[in-house]
């Protein structure tokens, strides 16, 4: 019959085994401080050692099971990015970036349509993903993210459409015309959960 001795403390869970401090050998008796009941257990080495193995064998799994996680989420799809605008001249970056696997430009949103065939020619885009509006390019593609490379004055219509999509953006320098703008887009962004970014170039390096 194991022996259990605990004092200032009314009851013992199992779950406190895992929270043990430093167990001291003492003949054929285990002590064990509970920090959780503020209780000292005394328990039979017999029954202590088919426990901890037990206890150590369940966190190997876990280990196991967190490292199969991590590889399932490492060979995730790119991530679905919808360009909005072609007139800022930045949009050259993501337009003309090595396939990294890590991005897919599924829709770009550019009414005028002799600049986008320009750059369909220079960087190698299908003119069949170029939309007239953000709507329709949405709807089409469905993307996870945008980029904001339209004029600073859109960036407010570019997160009033895409946060209530749960769609994330970038924008390019500055971020608003006015604080008004300002506010009304960091508010956006709070209330849809989503990510709002500015492409500052002292971000990258």
Known sequence: MTNFSVLKAEKLRYSTLVHILIPLLI???VIYFDCNNCAVLNIDRLTIIPMMKTIFFSLVSIVFMNVQMFGQTAK????KIGVIGLTHTHVHWILGRP???DIKIVGIVEPNKEL???????HGFSMNIVYNTMEEMIAAV?????????TIYDHLKVVETCAPLGIHVMVEKPL???LEHALKMKALAEKYHIHLLVNYET???
């Not at 986008?116 to 220079?122: D, N």
Request: charged share 30%; aromatic share 12%; proline share 6%.
């Open 27 to 29: 003949t054929n008796k």
């Open 76 to 79: 995730t799809e790119p991530l």
């Open 99 to 101: 396939d990294r696997g």
């Open 116 to 122: 986008a065939q320009r750059y369909s020619k220079e």
């Open 142 to 150: 469905k993307p996870e993210a945008v980029t904001a490379f339209g």
């Open 176 to 178: 608003a015309v006015s």
């Open 203 to 205: 971000s990258w390096y």
